[in-house]
């Protein structure tokens, strides 16, 4: 069964603290990983899209990496802005276009 | 300004009741797609549709019905057959089907 699992649940960090969010996977044929940005009440922000293991993506203080099981959206010297809930998506092999979202993972930069 | 507008921001219904959300977009996106967030539940897809007149169901589709009248538009119905309708409906779209999918501000629906 095609799966993804967003790690951790929650995340509180100091503002300028480094640290990484996971997204793993189990899906037949990759055809794309998605992340996005959620604020409260609002619709997700498209922010990366990977489609090959190895693959890098960066965003100002942003950086997407793929390998063959998960991704990493690792986020350098966070600001308060920075705060949301980040979603990890992924199209599995196959003639649909559906997506697999995660639960996501809501992150809180303190000042 | 280009994007996908989704109206009203807040619905508020009867049990019982049929309603219809909005979704408009102005981008030229071939495909747009309806999705459901529950709290502590990653995003479920309802419909999604790759071209006028035609969509397919999505995994959760039951009580709910759309349309494709329209490139820009594709407004979702909530019966009254769906159980437990009350979520936050989003809506999306994507210049092709293998594309990245952007999406509406969202409705949110309470019913009781």
């Known amino acids: 069964e095609d799966q993804v699992t967003q790690s951790p649940e929650a995340l509180r960090l100091q503002e300028g603290e480094s640290s990484s969010l996971n997204c793993s996977y189990t899906?037949?044929?990759?055809?794309?990983l998605f992340w996005y940005r959620q604020d409260p009440g609002k619709g997700p922000e498209f922010l990366f899209t990977?489609?090959?293991a190895g693959e890098e993506k960066e965003k100002e203080r942003l950086k997407a990496t793929l390998t063959k099981k998960e991704s990493f959206l690792h986020i350098t010297a966070p600001k308060p802005e920075d705060s949301a809930t980040y979603l990890c998506?992924?199209?599995?092999?196959?003639?649909?276009?559906?997506?697999?979202f995660g639960t996501g993972t809501l992150l809180a930069v303190q000042p | 300004d280009g994007g996908i507008t989704q109206s009203p921001k807040y619905l508020f219904r009867k049990e019982g009741q049929n309603v219809t959300l909005s979704c408009e977009q102005n981008?030229?996106?071939?495909?747009m797609y309806w999705y459901r967030q529950d709290p502590g539940q990653g995003l479920r897809l309802i419909y999604y549709?790759?071209?006028?007149?035609?969509?397919q169901k999505g995994d959760i589709a039951e009580g709910y019905s759309v349309s494709r009248e329209k490139k820009e538009s594709f407004p979702l119905t909530v019966t009254s057959a769906q159980k437990n309708p009350t979520a936050f409906y989003l809506c999306?779209?994507?210049?092709?089907?293998?594309?990245?999918?952007?999406f509406g501000p969202g409705t949110r629906l309470t019913v009781t």
């Open positions: 549709s790759q071209i006028v007149n035609d969509f």
């Open positions: 899906v037949s044929g990759l055809r794309g």
């Open positions: 999306a779209s994507s210049i092709v089907q293998d594309s990245e999918q952007y």
């Open positions: 981008l030229n996106h071939d495909a």
């Open positions: 990977l489609y090959s």
């Open positions: 998506a992924v199209r599995p092999g196959g003639a649909t276009n559906k997506l697999i």
